[in-house]
């Protein structure tokens, strides 16, 4: 008979009730006796149901006795995983990378969408140029419409509240939101990225290094490239795009074989929606997927993986443009982050949506 546990992986974990965030529960909704490494035998679990998902949270049932009097609670998905037999059948690969609010400019952290000068002294916080915050979530508006142009966002790790505060407002021109360190929310304009005729080659780009004005990458099995470079012949993304910059050369030849892979089958998909793709992430080796957040078995590891967004659509609506042709993985976020949609060139499989 298969055993299901739920491992605790990071030493914040709190079960709670509902699945909300912790500064807005009750003492009597929480249980705090929680350490990392420790293991709870469970009968189900679920991260979503008929009306929606659990805003990335992990439902579980006990699969005997309780806690606190309750067999059944919710965990935020960062702090634990569901193994099968030793398995990880849960998070999904990619749904666990973190977020980060920067301040961009010197600025005033607000407890409601006004202008400061409406507010009273201690229902703000002067935050300076560069400061950051670990994300729990974020929103730019609710039910009731837009929040006057500020950015709500929950902090995450209770050592960074504020005041005692988790949940602060902030005007949009003066913080982003990132993901893996490139901006998610606001979102900028993509200048490149534009269709191309002769986009079906999969192969790289064999031109003289004076059509480039980049960065030059010495790349394992591809020799010189630059930033600016197509990864294949006449297609939209370049090894910047791949490279975070050019910052994360592939440690690898089968690393940069898997990038051109991608970058074929994403010019696919390019091409169909006909609207430029924002990559947010690509290529995350190690450090930078452990700083991320990213799964340990993630597809970015090896430039397998991509996290895109493409103003207009939601990752749901994208997923389903693809799904009846994508060789690998699709996969969409929950929460805040419903607009990046996930793809690989790993095993085919979908989840999310």
């Known amino acids: 008979m298969t055993k299901k546990v739920l491992k605790i992986l990071d030493n914040r974990a709190i079960f709670k009730r509902r699945p909300v965030y912790v500064g807005h529960l ?18 189900s679990y679920a991260w979503a149901d008929s009306a929606g998902d659990f805003d990335e949270h992990i439902k579980f049932t006990l699969k005997e006795g309780t806690l606190a009097g309750f067999n059944t609670w919710f965990i935020f998905n960062r702090f634990a995983e569901v193994e099968f037999d030793g398995e990880v059948v849960y998070p999904l690969e990619e749904q666990t990378a973190a977020q980060i609010l920067e301040i961009s400019e ?16 201690e229902e703000m916080y002067k935050a300076p140029k560069g400061m950051t915050f670990d994300l729990h979530s974020y929103a730019y508006a609710d039910a009731k419409g837009e929040f006057n142009h500020h950015i709500r966002f929950a902090i995450n ?21 990132k993901l893996d360190d490139t901006v998610v929310y606001p979102l900028p304009k993509v200048k490149g ?51 975070h910059g050019g910052s994360r050369i592939p440690q690898n030849a089968d690393h940069a074989k898997n990038i051109v892979t991608l970058a074929t089958q994403l010019q696919k998909a390019r091409e169909q929606i006909g609207k430029p793709f924002r990559v947010t992430s690509w290529y995350r080796p190690d450090p930078w997927n452990r700083r991320a957040g990213g799964a340990r078995r993630s597809q970015h590891l090896e430039g397998k993986g991509i996290d895109i967004v493409v103003e207009g659509y939601m990752g749901g609506d994208l997923a389903r443009q693809f799904v009846s042709w994508w060789p690998g993985g699709l996969g969409i976020y929950g929460g805040s982050r419903r607009h990046i949609l996930h793809l690989d060139v790993g095993q085919k499989r979908k989840w999310g949506f």
Request: charged residues 20%; hydrophobic residues 35%; negative net charge.
């Open 157 to 177: 790790d209770p050592e960074q509240y504020i005041q005692g505060l988790s949940t602060w407002y902030v005007y949009e021109p003066h913080a982003q939101v």
């Open 193 to 243: 990225n534009a269709p191309a005729a002769a986009a079906s080659a999969a192969a790289p780009v064999a031109v003289a290094a004076a059509s480039f004005t980049g960065t030059g990458l010495q790349v394992p099995g591809m020799g010189t490239v630059y930033t600016d470079q197509p990864i294949i012949s006449g297609g939209a993304f370049t090894w910047g795009e791949a490279t």
């Open 106 to 121: 010197d600025t005033v952290l607000k407890r409601r969408p006004v202008s400061s000068s409406e507010l009273a002294d």
């Open 26 to 43: 009750p003492d009597k909704e929480k249980y705090t006796e929680v350490t990392t490494e420790t293991e709870y035998e469970i009968q």
